[in-house]
């Protein structure tokens, strides 16, 4: 990444997109989780700190896109299986 990205980035100008979180986490030295972040913001910070797409993600959750997409959004929760198989899921990808 460059010093010019870094610069839109803190002017809010644009976000950082997937790739750069891992990153970004390692150079800040802590994990900007918030406690108080909906279930869905919670699973798209997961999905952005480990580098994957939606589409990575739902290969990896073995559902279709889609679902992850309404998961994240807000519009449903990830129960039963599904929430097993979030939480069980390694997730490093180094």
Same mark, same amino acid.
């Given at each position: 990444?460059?010093?010019?990205c ?7 100008k644009a976000?950082?997109?997937f790739p ?7 150079? *800040? ?10 279930? &869905? /913001?919670? !699973?798209?910070? #997961? %999905? ?11 290969r ?7 679902? *992850? ?10 129960? &039963? /299986?599904? !929430?097993?198989? #979030? %939480? ?7």
């Open positions: 990444m460059t010093e010019c870094v610069a839109i980035w803190e002017g809010e976000t950082p997109t750069y979180w891992p990153k970004i986490v390692e150079f *800040l030295g802590y994990c900007p989780f918030d406690p108080d972040w909906t279930p &869905g /913001e919670r !699973l798209t910070w #997961i %999905r952005r700190y480990f580098g994957l797409s939606q589409e990575a993600m739902a990896r959750l073995a559902v279709d896109p889609g679902t *992850l997409a309404r998961w994240e959004q807000g519009e449903r929760e990830p129960k &039963g /299986e599904h !929430l097993r198989r #979030i %939480r069980s899921v390694h997730w490093d990808t180094r």
